[in-house]
């Protein structure tokens, strides 16, 4: 069975940082997709931050909204997704949360949520980002 854990989130004023955490355990596959999504208040949940966790010079894909800002990686020491958050702003307010694919990828692929079908969630992490 798998499961996604998320951690991190909290409240920051804008400018600010925040990392969050995702562990994964019961993968099926050791290079999968894997990403970050939220969820704005009143808002449809969209995709932010991608990452291929087989590696490769292309193994990743960003939102326009946070490209620049945020670092999506993959440890796979211990199975877990982070992003890096920085220069937050209140746009980024929302619920975020980990996912996966659940597919087997022989090649680096950027993950991009357009493209592949995450199928797989976890519980969601509230960031809060006051101006």
């Known amino acids: 069975q798998v499961q996604l854990v998320e951690s991190g989130g909290g409240s920051v004023e804008a400018g600010g940082s925040l990392r969050l955490s995702c562990v994964a355990s019961?993968?099926?596959?050791?290079?999968?997709?894997m990403g970050w999504f939220r969820q704005a208040p009143d808002k449809a949940r969209e995709g932010i931050a991608t990452k291929y966790t087989g590696g490769g010079a292309t193994d990743f894909w960003y939102a326009d909204s946070v490209e620049g800002r945020f670092t999506v990686s993959w440890d796979k020491t211990k199975n877990m997704l982070s992003l890096q958050m920085n220069n937050l702003k209140p746009e980024d307010t929302g619920i975020y949360y980990c996912a996966t694919d659940l597919k087997e990828w022989w090649f680096s692929a950027s993950c991009n949520p357009g493209l592949f079908e995450y199928n797989t969630w976890g519980q969601g992490t509230q960031v809060t980002v006051s101006s």
């Open positions: 019961g993968l099926p596959y050791s290079t999968t997709c």
